[in-house]
């Protein structure tokens, strides 16, 4: 007996010991900008908007969204589109979760369906329809990646193309980890893009969708082989980087920490890959902290936009 609970003890120590180091707050330091890095030119057209369009959200807790959250801490994971209406075309920024969200949320791993539950709110389309802006008339969804509950509102749009990366096509196509439900979607129209815009803030390319600088994609490759993160500027200069899931909420920058280790290994492509780009997004908003970024999952760097 007392074998046993020496053994039970040894057990508790060595779990909570590994909790502690996969939790633990490590900071990361920012990389090396060059010395006459500056924000680009740009030159967003009158009349160019920026909305938020909400489609409900996900509950679970602060430790499985960067490390040393609190596990008594509860969070709302925001599940945002944005709309982008510029004189040359409306585009939205990710889907959001569309109307089979809960077929979508039944075919995610069961440890995922373990730690967290989902609120469907109205899906982007219905949204869009109600404000007078037919869905099918969208220039398409750019999205930041390809992860269920980023392209789940696609259903609702089969015929707005997805604008991805040739290495997001790619990660769809041969149906890897976390690419199931984008996959699996028969009826999605997948429209690619290259970056030729050269570099752009540290960034070595860029795609400039309109060619104005109002909104200039960038290759941020991690979580998912082609993930980007998204810069808009607006007319009155403010600049938003829709960063995904480069960090779930805005502590991972606030605090310099990653996700926890756990959930690096569930979700991320490549962990090494997110950190560099998360020490780069980390030296730019302490270069230019007039930056407003915008992780996928919090609505707070957001919460002073419009809605439809």
Known sequence: MKKTAIAITSLAAVLALAHLWMNWPSRLEPAALAADLALPDASPPAGMELFAVPTGHTESRAMFAYRGGSFG???????????????????????????????????????????????????????????????????????????????????????????????????VAQDDDGAEIAHGMHDLKVQTYGFSSGPYLGYPESHDLWGDGAVVVVPAPGHTPGSVNIFVTLPDARRFVFIG????????????????????????????????????????????????????????????????
Do not use: C
């Open 245 to 308: 899931d480069l960090v779930w909420q805005r502590e991972g920058l606030e605090l310099a920490t990653e996700r926890p280790l756990p959930a690096q290994t569930l979700v991320d492509a490549d962990a090494d890959q997110v950190r560099a780009q998360l020490r780069h997004l980390l030296a730019l908003t302490r270069r230019f902290p007039e930056l407003v970024v915008v992780p996928a999952h919090d609505a707070r760097p957001t919460a002073d936009l419009p809605r439809l």
């Open 73 to 171: 801490d509860e969070r709302q994971f925001a599940m945002t589109a944005y709309l982008v209406k510029h004189p040359r075309g409306n585009v939205l920024i990710d889907a959001g979760l569309g109307s089979e969200v809960a077929a979508h949320f039944a075919a995610l791993p069961a440890l995922m369906r373990a730690v967290t539950t989902f609120e469907a709110g109205t899906p982007a389309a219905r949204q869009l329809a109600a404000a007078g802006i037919p869905p099918s008339e969208l220039g398409g969804v750019l999205l930041t990646h390809a992860h269920w509950d980023h392209i789940s509102g696609m259903v609702d749009m089969p015929a707005v193309p997805a604008l991805i990366p040739e290495a997001e096509a790619r990660y």
